[in-house]
Nanobody
Framework: VQLQAFGGGLVQAGGSLKLSCTAS????????MGWFRQAPGTEREFVAR????????GYADSVKGRFTISRDNVKNAVYLQMNGLKPDDTAVYYC???????????????WGQGTQVTVSS
């Protein structure tokens, strides 16, 4: 599976962005999908995950209630709607695919190239 993330940009605090991640290759619906982020000088951290059907989701406490993950298995895409953005959300955001239900980055097999999100105060 090849993943490509896009949709990042510069936004003011309180604003919104929607990230998209498209997948090429077969069997996208066989993968659990996740979003991670990494700010300069920090570890890559879990943001959100979604199961194969899209019926179950999970979020980091820091984004719960502000971010929403969704997927479209017909379009081979996963999305991250980000509302109420804060300067602390500034990071490179990555989409990733796993074969198990996990929040651990090392257990995701495939990664997109990342898209920069910058939130100004």
């Amino acid at each position: 599976v090849q993943l490509q993330a896009f949709g990042g940009g510069l936004v003011q605090a309180g604003g919104s962005l929607k990230l998209s991640c498209t997948a090429s290759g077969r069997s996208f619906s066989n993968y659990y999908m996740g979003w991670f982020r990494q700010a300069p000088g920090t570890e890559r951290e879990f943001v959100a995950r979604i199961n194969r059907s899209g019926g179950s989701t999970g979020y980091a406490d820091s984004v719960k209630g502000r971010f929403t993950i969704s997927r479209d298995n017909v379009k081979n895409a996963v999305y991250l709607q980000m509302n109420g953005l804060k300067p602390d959300d500034t990071a490179v955001y990555y989409c990733a695919a796993a074969v198990i239900w996990t929040t651990t980055a090392q257990q995701y097999y495939y990664w997109g190239q990342g898209t920069q999100v910058t939130v100004s105060s």
